[in-house]
């Protein structure tokens, strides 16, 4: 009762900068909840953008946001648009060689250690109709260079004239854009970092090794996002 009448207390934009730092917190859905409940990455996207933000903190440029355009669209919730700024300027100029002629239909782009644990968990568990799922860490999704195309047959002489290649033997939808370099297991440091930002009393190694402490930690993590998030936020 006395702070509502306290003529001194700050004006509400003063106490912005702490309000949006946030506090530390791991408290939310844990990840590991979604081991048996779903088969859609979706459920962890708040998290995975925390993650994506904090690999632009970083190394700025090599992971940044594209968006939907004209000639591009997204097939669902559970894409993560992220990939480095000279893959974003070569997608964004093949989609629109084409003027209104044909879309790119976008099923994945970037995935984090997060959304990776999950797809192989329901791989292991013989869930969701995986075939094949890389060992968190490893897929070529957390490169920061990869799209899956739906409809890639019709993009595929395209996009190859801007260094978007189709080499993965068995998997027609993917490309990679091989000029950008490869920065798999950033995203696992940007996880062990927000791990420990939030965890004070539960420190983890930053190293951006995929062992058994980080996974027992991506196990833990809040499928809402951290307490705080990335830090040059
Ligand atoms: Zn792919």
Known sequence: ???????????????????????????????????????STASVIALSRQIAKQVD??????????????????????????MSESARTDLYAAASSQGGARTLQVNSGFRTVVQQYLLN?????????????????????????AVDIANWQEWVSILAQYSWDHTVPGDEVHFDHT???????????????????????DQIAEDGDYGPATEER????????????????
């Open 179 to 201: 000029n950008s370099p490869d920065i798999r297991g950033a995203d696992v440091l940007a996880f062990q970092q927000l791990w420990n930002l939030n965890a004070p009393d």
């Open 57 to 82: 903190c970083m190394m700025p440029g090599q992971l940044v946001l594209f968006e939907e355009q004209p000639n591009i669209v997204f097939s669902g919730g559970a894409v993560l648009p992220y």
């Open 121 to 145: 968990q329901w791989f292991r568990l013989g869930r969701c109709g995986i075939t094949a799922a890389a060992e968190p860490g490893n897929s070529n999704h957390q490169s920061g260079r």
């Open 1 to 39: 009762m006395m702070m509502a009448i306290e003529p001194d207390a700050p004006p509400e934009e003063m106490m912005m900068p702490d309000a949006f730092m946030g506090t530390p917190s791991i408290e939310g859905t844990p990840v590991a909840s979604f081991d048996t409940t779903t088969c």
């Open 218 to 233: 991506v196990r833990m993590a809040p499928a809402e996002g951290f307490g705080i998030g990335a830090t040059c936020e």
